[in-house]
């Protein structure tokens, strides 16, 4: 069967998209690998509209309340692959199948960066983890480092200083960036020591991680610690969509209507060239994309 729309993603801009397209009744899916995407890791939100304050996790929570309301049609846990333009359809292909479409919108986000060191491939998930939210709980009493030294390493540092003994901040600049205030909740704990103008060699270990080797103006040293937080940024995660135009940092190119280089073919949030990468940014550009492949369809029928 075709569907009228396939969404790919359940992040903020995937899930508005899916709100939108079941007031207008649309025929459609969500195909992800998760609910929630990048909302889901964050700590602490502060500067999203009509919550003072809201965890990430709580969030992702409302948002997939949001979608059960209308009964939206869900493939969790499965990743697109590529996407194929054909006779009037859209075909969407993912690990465990395909699925063809009039339109389709790309909401998919991004992923996190790698190190790209000795040792990342071999410890992740074996002490060396990428988000903080999810398995900071896991590393309660232990050194832990965390790599990075922008909002999302900072967002990281404030959550595992409640949890961890000890939060090493390696950072590769001369000092710290984001927001001066999560700059000085981070400088100020006693549990955060800042390492300024550090570069991580080798993740080491055996079974579990059990030290990193950093280089400084004073030369390489180790530091024995039991877990690792990569947070030295994201790239979009575009890497299916070869088939849309994309600029140099792999970001899909849209327009004000959110269309896409193929006709047919929308996009939305942190995926897209829109400069700015903010939750409530995302799900503004959601709710476009699916009034605008609406008014598309509307056109083709």
Known sequence: MAYDLVIIG?????????????????????????????????????NYT????????????????????????????????????????IRVRTAKGQYESKTVIIASGKISKELGVPGEKEFKNKGLTYCATCDGPLFAGKDVAVIGGGNSALDAAIQLMKIAKKVYIINNLPELGGDRV?????????????????????????????????????????????????????????????????????????????????????????????????????AGEGSKATLSAFKYLSRIR
Request: aromatic share 6%; net charge negative.
């Open 10 to 46: 359940a992040g903020p801009a995937g899930i508005t998209a899916a709100v939108y397209a079941a007031r207008k009744k649309i025929d459609f899916i969500v195909i992800t690998g998760n609910i929630g995407g990048q909302a889901a890791w964050s700590g602490d939100i502060e």
């Open 182 to 282: 999560m700059r000085e909740k981070a400088e100020s704990s006693p549990a955060v020591t800042v390492i300024n103008n550090a570069r991580v060699m080798a993740i080491k270990g055996g079974r579990m991680v059990s030290a990193i080797t950093v280089k400084t103006a004073g030369g390489e040293k180790e530091i024995p610690l039991e877990g690792v937080f990569v947070e030295i940024g994201l790239v979009p995660n575009s890497g299916f969509a070869g088939i849309v135009d994309r600029n140099e940092r792999g970001e899909i190119k849209i327009n004000s209507r959110n269309e896409t280089s193929v006709p047919g073919i929308f996009a939305a949030g942190d995926v897209t060239d829109v400069p700015e990468k903010q939750i409530i940014v995302a």
């Open 50 to 89: 009509g919550y003072q304050f809201i965890t990430g996790p709580e969030l992702a929570s409302k948002f997939e309340e949001h979608i059960k309301r209308y009964a939206v049609p869900v493939r969790e846990a499965e990743e697109v692959t590529a996407i194929e333009k054909g006779a009037g359809l």
